[in-house]
Nanobody
C-alpha cells in the first residue's frame, strides 16, 4: 500500500486548508485511514481517523474545527481544517491501517506535508 499526502501550505490564523491523502495498492483490507501531526520539538500527535464506513474520530484539540471525509471511488481521504491556529503548525502525515484505529508504526505512512499557520 502506498500513501501520498498533498495540500499543505502556509496560511494565516483563522483561515482554512484541506489536506488530501490517497492510498493505492492492496486496499481490500484497509479499514482505517487517518492523520497524525508533529510539530518541531513535540511528540507526534494523533489528529483524526475515518473508517471505511465513514465513521470519524477526532482528537480534542481539533474537534469542531477539522472535518474528515473520504472519496471511496478514489481511495482518498480529506482533512478539512478550519479556523486554523498557529499551534496547528506541524508536519501532517497520513496513514492507512487494517486493524488499528489510530494507526501504529506498522501502518502504511505517507511522507508528510507541512502546514504552517502564521499569527
Amino acid at each position: 500500500v502506498q500513501v501520498v499526502e498533498s495540500g499543505g501550505g502556509l496560511v494565516q490564523s483563522g483561515e482554512s486548508l484541506r489536506l488530501s491523502c490517497t492510498a493505492s495498492g492492496s486496499m481490500l483490507r484497509i479499514y482505517y485511514m487517518g492523520w497524525y501531526r508533529q510539530a518541531p520539538g513535540k511528540r507526534r500527535e494523533w489528529v483524526a481517523t475515518i473508517t471505511k464506513d465513514n465513521d470519524t474520530f477526532y482528537s480534542d484539540s481539533v474537534k469542531g474545527r477539522f472535518i474528515s471525509s473520504r472519496d471511496k471511488t478514489k481511495d482518498t481521504i480529506y482533512l478539512q481544517m478550519n479556523n486554523l491556529k498557529p499551534e496547528d503548525t506541524a508536519v501532517y502525515s497520513c496513514y492507512a491501517d487494517r486493524i488499528r484505529r489510530e494507526g501504529s508504526s506498522a501502518s502504511w505512512w505517507g511522507q508528510g506535508t507541512q502546514v504552517t499557520v502564521s499569527s
